[in-house]
């Protein structure tokens, strides 16, 4: 009961820092919304690595990165596994690379992050143009890539819960051979210590582990997605055998 009343009372604390800062922050925001691009992404990452930095200092949540050495000095698209919201917040703030979210338009009027958001020159979809959308996506996908910046997607769509797998979506690879970039495959188990719209965040330390870079030349869009679906979940299950070990 003690255990459980601590936990909550850290929740508590970091919902409070989350909620105290983003409002100043996105006021900052439109502060700076002048300035280059450079310095906006690089300004604005603050508040994700102050909401990474009180996650751990106030919830226990620490974290690990595997992998570095598999990031390529060039063009690449991000598919990443998706557990909670902690990856939305550290892979922008500790990518090497400035990163660009393919998302729906609609987070733009969501008040102060969308703000924020908005001021980034990501890839926002427009669903209600239906398969143009896509055609977008690839447009602005390609923009982004000679900009030297990485768009990120997460295949599954959703937050997946911890041993489970969610259908692998297409976009991602879709992109990559469209524009011949690479693919940048991640795994991670932060749903372990961040559930999915849980209040309380669980002490412990996630990995990220980062695959090596695979090649999209060549590769259908089915091929290229297989691939990535292998090694992601293949990793997902060496980074948490415990949730793959069916009973006897």
Not at 14 to 34: D, E, N
Request: hydrophobic share 45%; aromatic share 10%; with cysteine.
């Amino acid at each position: 009961m003690l255990n459980k009343l601590f936990l909550i009372t850290r929740a508590t604390l970091y919902t409070l820092l989350l909620v105290v800062t983003v409002i100043p922050y996105a006021f900052a925001c439109m502060i700076w919304s002048p300035l280059p691009l450079h310095w906006r992404y690089k300004l604005t990452m603050g508040w994700p690595r102050l909401a990474v930095w009180g996650a751990r200092v106030i919830c226990g949540v620490k974290w690990q990165v595997k992998g570095w050495e598999n990031l390529p000095n060039g063009p690449a698209i991000v598919l990443s596994k998706h557990q909670s919201a902690w990856e939305t917040l550290f892979l922008p703030a500790y990518l090497p690379r400035e990163v660009c979210f393919v998302y729906k338009r609609e987070l733009h009027r969501v008040p102060f992050f969308g703000w924020g958001l908005a001021l980034l020159a990501m890839i926002p979809i427009d669903r209600s143009k239906g398969r143009d959308a896509f055609e977008q996506v690839v447009k602005v996908g390609q923009q982004r890539l000679d900009e030297g910046r990485w768009p990120i997607l997460f295949p599954e769509g959703t937050r997946i819960a911890p041993g489970k797998t969610g259908r692998f979506k297409m976009g991602g690879a879709l992109l990559a051979t469209r524009t011949g970039a690479p693919v940048i495959p991640i795994a991670l188990n932060a749903g372990e210590c961040w559930p999915r719209n849980a209040f309380i965040k669980k002490p412990g330390c996630i990995t990220v582990s980062i695959g090596p870079a695979i090649d999209s030349v060549g590769l259908t869009p089915e091929a290229l997605n297989e691939r990535v679906q292998e090694w992601i979940e293949a990793e997902m299950q060496r980074l948490n055998p415990e949730r793959y070990r069916h009973p006897s």
